[in-house]
């Protein structure tokens, strides 16, 4: 919002559009507020757009490197199947316990050894509700690939038993998949997850860590698909070339997933000890909210993606045996995008029109409402929505409403934030 456009606001006699319009503000006000109280201690760097596009250029001539022009994907040979369908939304999540016994400087949650987010999976109600979300999702067939993630899960294994035992009965064939560490693998646990018909298994692996080859062969031997995922940690390559040539050699991993490190707007200083500078997004991009039973931020930091696709044009080179994928903030704001848009046309209203970014674009006329009434009655409308100091209506209406006190507000169903508005 512009200091015109306040000032504007400020000067109104109507009580009602002034207050909502005000309140819409502040809600911004406060919440970019909060990131940028947690970011200000941190130096920030734009990654050169031309930079980028140089590597890619240089991707695109080597054999057996794709780039997904439509989810902006990168990989080399082939990406799993879980990736495939997360590019095309059609996934189910499940969060056990944001408990975990790591304590990760990048991760989404900031207390994770005693996590602010109380989900107990001993509890029945807590149960219920992943039951819920599960059926939820595999209501829709299309939907075919389900994961169980975050803090650690097999800190309860048994739980992860239940929940494949009920996938399997009720939604057999679904694509199975764990994020775990490696310090909780055994024979009995795996064999078990084999005998569930566990399809994937996702290893993370902390910036200059050892990769446990031991560990990963383990795994091998009772999982078909196995993976490390890890974020990429700017001037780390030769760590990097180190450890995944150490993997490669070894041929004990599936997949590499490359993910581009962020600024989660926690842990600043941790971030400021590593020397991290943030990319701060451009007039095209915006600051990616991250949705699972809260709100997470994510900002770029600067020079991890160019560090992940050097990597992948290092391995595609030197043929490495294990396939590589890059999965990057604008991939997974791409899906979040598509996620507002089908959000925005399943929750569509009659006279609502929605935009090109997936806001439901509404005229909100603030006036006597009687008088409104009367106007619409004698121009044979009837598609409104009448409030206590407002009526909402297509915008195909607007040369009806050309007073100084009405605005036009764009909605999006979703989340509060995602909120502009027009004065007319």
């Not at 600043?268 to 991290?276: A, F, I, P, Q, T």
Request: net charge neutral; aromatic share 16%; proline share 3%.
């Amino acid at each position: 919002m512009t200091k015109e456009v306040l000032e504007k606001i400020k000067l109104y006699n109507n009580q009602f559009i002034k207050k909502d319009l005000l309140s819409l503000y502040l809600k911004k006000q406060i919440f970019f507020k909060n990131i940028l109280k947690n970011i200000k201690i941190l130096w920030t760097k734009s990654e050169k757009i031309e930079n980028i596009n140089k590597i890619l250029d240089r991707l695109k001539k080597i054999e057996n490197i794709y780039i997904d022009d439509k989810s902006k994907d990168v990989y080399y040979k082939t990406r799993s199947i879980w990736c495939t369908h997360c590019t095309l939304w059609k996934w189910c999540t499940v969060v056990l316990s944001y408990k975990c016994h790591r304590d990760c400087f990048f991760c989404y949650e900031e207390t994770p050894l005693d996590p602010k987010v109380k989900i107990d999976p001993y509890n029945k109600n807590d149960m219920d509700k992943i039951y819920k979300i599960i059926d939820d999702s595999f209501s829709n067939p299309s939907n075919r690939t389900l994961a169980v993630t975050w803090g650690e899960p097999f800190l309860f294994i048994d739980k992860v038993y239940e929940i494949f035992e009920y996938v399997n009965e009720k939604y057999p064939w679904k694509h199975k998949r764990i994020y775990t560490t490696w310090e909780f693998f055994n024979d009995e646990k795996l064999a078990k997850l084999k005998s569930l018909w566990l399809d994937e298994l996702r290893i993370s692996i902390k910036p200059w860590e050892e990769p446990n080859i031991a560990w990963y062969k383990l795994a091998k031997k009772y999982v078909k698909d196995v993976l490390i995922e890890m974020p990429i940690m700017p001037n780390s390559k030769e760590y990097m070339i180190d450890i995944l040539t150490k993997i490669d050699n070894e041929k004990c991993i599936d997949w590499i997933n490359l993910n581009e490190l962020t600024f989660n707007n926690l842990n600043s200083s941790k971030y400021k000890e590593n020397n991290l500078m943030l990319d701060l997004p451009s007039d095209e991009k915006e600051i990616y909210h991250r949705y699972y039973d809260i709100s997470k931020i994510e900002i770029w930091v600067y020079w991890s993606k160019l560090l992940a696709l050097e990597l992948i044009e290092y391995f595609s080179k030197n043929n490495a045996t294990f396939f590589m994928h890059y999965c990057d903030l604008d991939t997974v704001s791409h899906h979040h995008f598509i996620y507002k848009k089908d959000s925005a046309i399943s929750q569509n209203l009659d006279f609502s029109h929605i935009t090109k970014f997936w806001l439901h674009k509404i005229l909100r006329v603030y006036w006597d409402l009687d008088q409104i009434e009367k106007i619409l009655l004698d121009n044979n409308i009837k598609a409104y929505k009448k409030g206590l100091n407002c009526c909402e209506l297509s915008i195909d209406n607007i040369s009806l409403f050309t007073n100084f006190e009405k605005a036009i507000i764009y909605k999006n169903h979703d989340f509060i934030y995602d909120v502009d508005f027009e004065l007319i």
